[in-house]
């Protein structure tokens, strides 16, 4: 280093050379960001762990680390023997990658644990231990501990970090496919998602951050099983209990350490201890010139000691300091935690402290906040804005024409939760969209308690049903259409409360509703690659009594999602049922859409000719009908017939009908694969390589937009083949590799040996 530069000035130099914020190295190092400033400031001399883990991060060299670990535990005036630390460029010469990771950076600055996180973090590098679990009681802070500790291991990972929220599930049947989900994988025709999961990360060194277990502890097997075929994988759990299965690691969670109250230190010395850091940051929250004093530093230790140091417990208490001081703020818990004293005798005694906290903190809301905190429960996965307006505004008419004279009453209960920190707000996308509200799931589990003590909680749960069969049938259109991205992000975004609401439709043997709602979200099962999950919800409602035309719905969508995982026998027999029941409706359209199916069907296996006569049906009445989206799928589909028989012209003919009114409805889905892809196949196996490659690069953009990963490596493999042909074999290499990676991704094992065929033919 260069005499005369701080050990503070050197890491904020280096930290943005590699183009970091001060909140980015404190995730990566897990330690607070005002832990960062202060180092920065050389205000202060960081612990021999923390010191390490900035050397690391920072990329200091190995054999350079030891000196660095000195200097940085050296008072300010001592640099000279740091001297063999080497100087760092400003420009890297190997930057850092960007890794794969879905991890949120949370708005709120971790505090306190630093020792819990190196250690953990330590753990999980060890290669012994694959299967770490994080336990405690409820609000003891597991979750914000292990997405800590995930967020400064992802350097070592090359695969990617992930975090899967287990919150919104109750089926152990559902952790395989949402853990597939949040890696980005979609369904592979014919095998178990279980098998395709391990498929993908087989060869992969990953971590997996898998956040509250406790409710779906029976899948702990699948977990083990997912270990043992892939061995470059660890797996971070948080759990209220233990998995109990061989080869965990349990770390207990425990509260935030605690000030000894008769012997209480200096105000600037209680701001040391995790707990009282924590009060105070959450206090200037709510009043941004609350400060630690000795007036009131007694009543706020006095506070989190009550509070057992959970911090979950503390943030609803310290959220109340807008109006009431530490001082009436314990009086005030005092005699509520004393009342609420004999809580249930089978909790734990912190569960107690948790629950009672919560319930103090539900005691001081108004009767309309206490009511509509209890109504939010209905939500799985929390809500938009319009959604709890609609469904709770009860002087509403109909789902279909909500009276809004309540949404400012709404929107002022909303704000006010969120003050008390019995709310959250979540920002999706770019920021442009509408605010979500959300409960941590333990606060959740409280207003679900007082959800179901009300009257009007079967009332609820249908308008809740309603609300999201009114926007999965809207979805359903607008998957057609030019807003078609749009529609997609916003039903990932409800798939949970779609689950809920088919789930209590089933429970109250409402078959109809359930087929309803199942047969709406099809194209979108179908579109995100969620084919096996579709298929059994569409089965379980096929179970049940229902109207005719919502059956034959049910039943091609179900037939649809057979045929796309390779099971031929089930979707012929379910189109078919489908097909005789449009008949007897005398629905020329569904008798239009299952014939076009039969034909998808009698194609993939080979049989032209029928695949010609019922194409040829499906696209007179869709002429007659003028349907122009069934018109245009039975002309690609025809195309693909013709092509497959060798008629180039004619096939090429059909595409370019199919393509115009797909473009013209601005179907993006169908543009892609049934307009653009089959022509361009048609034109490289004519040799016109330019046009071919023209509309595979039209296509791959299409789909990207629209994270179709199974459809975009198709194009690539397709354009590595025009590479190879044309003798760029550089290209030709890079694109069938990166298509070998996306293929990998959606579990199609037949094209990632084809292209390692090839590649190996370079």
């Known amino acids: 280093m260069q005499g005369g530069i701080s050990f503070g000035g050197w890491v904020k130099r280096q930290r943005k050379a590699l183009d970091m914020t001060q909140s980015d190295l404190a995730g990566m190092v897990g330690c607070s960001l005002s832990a960062i400033r202060k180092v920065e400031a050389d205000e202060y001399r960081p612990s021999k762990q923390i010191a390490q883990r900035l050397a690391e991060c920072l990329g200091v060299e190995p054999d350079q680390r030891q000196a660095f670990t ?27 990658p960007a890794y794969p990771a879905n991890l949120h950076t949370p708005l709120t600055p971790f505090i306190g644990r630093e020792v819990e996180v190196a250690a953990v973090q330590e753990l999980l590098l060890r290669e012994d231990a694959r299967l770490v ?34 919150s919104p599930v109750r089926d152990p049947a559902l952790v395989v496919p949402t853990i597939a989900g949040a890696l980005g994988l979609q369904s592979s025709g014919g095998e178990a998602p279980a098998g ?18 406790e409710q779906v502890i029976d899948a702990a097997t699948g977990v083990l099983d997912l270990l043992a075929q ?14 109990s299965v061989r080869g965990e690691h349990r770390v207990t969670v425990l509260p935030l350490a605690l000030p000894d109250p008769s012997k209480l230190p200096s105000p600037d010395a209680l701001s040391a201890y995790p707990s009282m850091a924590l009060f105070v940051e959450r206090a200037r929250e709510a009043n941004p010139s609350f400060a630690l004093t000795e007036s009131n530093s007694a009543a706020v230790a006095e506070i989190c000691a009550r509070l057992d140091g959970l911090p979950l417990a503390i943030e609803l208490v310290a959220a109340r300091s807008g109006m009431l001081s530490p001082q009436a703020l314990l009086a005030r818990l005092g005699k509520r935690l004393d009342l609420l004293g004999d809580g249930p005798r089978d909790l734990p005694p912190r569960h107690q402290t948790l629950r009672n906290a919560i319930a103090w903190s539900y005691a001081l809301l108004t009767p309309a906040e206490q009511a509509f905190f209890a109504q939010m429960a209905v939500f799985v996965g929390g809500c938009a804005l319009q959604a709890a307006e609609t469904i709770l505004n009860y002087e509403a008419a109909s789902i279909e024409n909500p009276n809004t004279q309540r949404a400012p ?11 008390k920190s019995l709310l959250r707000q979540e ?13 941590l799931e333990t606060i959740r589990e409280h207003a679900l308690e007082r959800f179901e003590e009300r009257e009007d909680a079967k009332e609820l749960r249908a308008r809740h049903a309603a609300y999201f069969l009114a926007l999965a049938e809207e979805a359903e259109a607008g998957l057609s259409g030019p807003g078609q991205g749009e529609w997609l992000r916003r039903l990932d975004r409800e798939h949970s409360n779609m689950r809920a609401a088919i789930a209590w439709a089933l429970d109250g043997g409402d078959a109809e509703l359930a087929g309803r709602l199942a047969g709406a979200l099809n194209r979108y099962w179908l579109m995100r690659g969620q084919w096996g999950e579709g298929r059994r919800w569409l089965a379980a409602a096929l179970e049940g009594e229902m109207s005719a035309n919502v059956r034959a719905k049910a039943l091609s969508g179900a037939g649809r999602l057979a045929l796309m995982e390779g099971d031929y026998a089930e979707a012929r027999a379910l189109q078919e049922q489908s097909l005789s029941l449009y008949r007897k409706l005398g629905d020329q359209r569904g008798v239009a859409d299952a014939l076009c199916l039969l034909g998808d069907l009698a194609l993939a296996e080979g049989e032209h000719s029928l ?17 122009k989206s069934g018109l245009a799928r039975a002309l690609a589909a025809l195309a693909q017939a013709a092509s497959d028989q060798g008629e180039y012209g004619r096939a090429a003919a059909l595409h370019s009908r199919s393509v115009a009114l797909y473009r013209e409805l601005g179907y993006k889905q169908g543009a892609a694969p049934l307009a653009l892809d089959e022509p361009g196949q048609t034109a490289h196996q004519e040799d016109d390589l330019e046009r071919a490659g023209a509309l595979y690069m039209e296509s791959m953009a299409l789909y ?33 590799t990166e298509s070998v990676s996306l293929f990998r991704k959606v579990g199609d094992k037949e094209s990632v040996e084809g292209c390692l065929s090839a590649l190996a033919g370079l």
């Open 196 to 213: 395709q999961l391990a498929d993908y990360l087989r060869d992969r060194q990953a971590l997996l951050l898998l956040d509250n277990f």
């Open 230 to 243: 892939c061995p470059h994988i660890k797996v971070l759990i948080t759990s209220r209990e233990a998995l």
């Open 427 to 439: 920002v999706w996308g770019n920021g442009d969209d509408e605010p979500r509200f959300t409960m």
């Open 611 to 627: 695949a010609a006569t019922f194409l040829a049906e499906s696209m007179a009445l869709a002429e007659d009908l003028g349907d």
């Open 133 to 166: 679990t994080l336990t405690g009681p409820p609000g003891v802070g597991k979750t914000r501990l292990g997405l800590q500790v995930a967020l400064g291991l992802t350097r070592h990972y090359g695969d990617g970090v992930f975090f899967v929220s287990l």
């Open 704 to 736: 990207d937009e629209l994270r179709g990963a199974r459809a975009i490596a198709a194009t690539l493999r397709d354009l590595a083949q025009m590479a190879q042909e044309t003798g760029d074999l550089q290209r030709a290499q890079a694109l069938y």
């Open 70 to 96: 000195a200097f940085a535990r050296l008072e300010t005036q001592g640099h000279s023997s740091a001297a063999r630390v080497r100087e760092a460029s400003t420009e890297p010469d190997h930057p850092s």
């Open 409 to 419: 009453e709404i929107q002022n209960t909303l704000e006010s939760l969120l003050r």
